[in-house]
Structures are given as structure tokens and as C-alpha cells.
Nanobody
Framework: VQLVESGGGLVQPGGSLRLSCTAS????????MYWIRQARGKRLEWVSRSRGSDSRTGYADSVKGRFLISRDNAKNTVYLQMNSLLPEDTAVYYC?????????????????WGQGTQVTVAS
């Protein structure tokens, strides 16, 4: 199984970015896909989830109303559209699957992780 993220970068406060995560080696449509981030010196933080069975979504309170998760099962890809970005959104963003933990996350809580993509929000 391989998860490959892309789309990170430097953006000004209030700007937008779209992250992508393309999966291989798994039956993508059957898997719940997660976005998880880690700011420097801080713990892993669950951001959003797209459920495989029905594509229902969930968001952390810190991003609700600003971020939108979506998936294209034909392309084995999950997206995270990030709008109205704030400096506190600066982090390495990972996509992950094979787990369900959304609080006090550790890397071992999910079976598969991408390599991460850096998002920096600064003026």
C-alpha cells in the first residue's frame, strides 16, 4: 500500500490550497480516508475523514466550515480543499488509512500513512 500526498506549499493568510492523496495497493473505495496534521513541536491532530462505505465526512472543529474533504474513487484519490487558511493551519499534512482514532493520535494508530506535505500559512 502506498499513499502519496501533493499540493502543499506556502500561502498567505486567507488563501486556499488543495491537497491530494493518491492511493495504490488497496481497494480504495472500501477504505475510510483521513487527513491528519502535525505542527512543529505538537501532537498529531485529526483534521478530516471521508468514509469509504458512503463518503460521509467529518471535520475537526478547528477546520469546520473552512476545509472540505472529497474523494474520487475512480482515481483512488482523496482531496482536502483548504480555504480561509490561518497561520495556525501551518503543519505537515498526512493522509492515512487503516485506523479510526481521532483523539491523541499516534503514528501506530493507523496502518498506512503518506509521506506528508508541508503547508505553511504566512504573509
Amino acid at each position: 500500500v502506498q499513499l502519496v500526498e501533493s499540493g502543499g506549499g506556502l500561502v498567505q493568510p486567507g488563501g486556499s490550497l488543495r491537497l491530494s492523496c493518491t492511493a495504490s495497493g488497496l481497494a480504495f473505495s472500501a477504505y475510510d480516508m483521513y487527513w491528519i496534521r502535525q505542527a512543529r513541536g505538537k501532537r498529531l491532530e485529526w483534521v478530516s475523514r471521508s468514509r469509504g462505505s458512503d463518503s460521509r465526512t467529518g471535520y475537526a472543529d478547528s477546520v469546520k466550515g473552512r476545509f472540505l474533504i472529497s474523494r474520487d474513487n475512480a482515481k483512488n484519490t482523496v482531496y482536502l480543499q483548504m480555504n480561509s487558511l490561518l497561520p495556525e493551519d501551518t503543519a505537515v499534512y498526512y493522509c492515512a488509512t487503516g485506523g479510526t482514532v481521532v483523539g491523541n493520535i499516534e503514528f501506530e494508530d493507523y496502518e498506512y500513512w503518506g509521506q506528508g506535505t508541508q503547508v505553511t500559512v504566512a504573509s
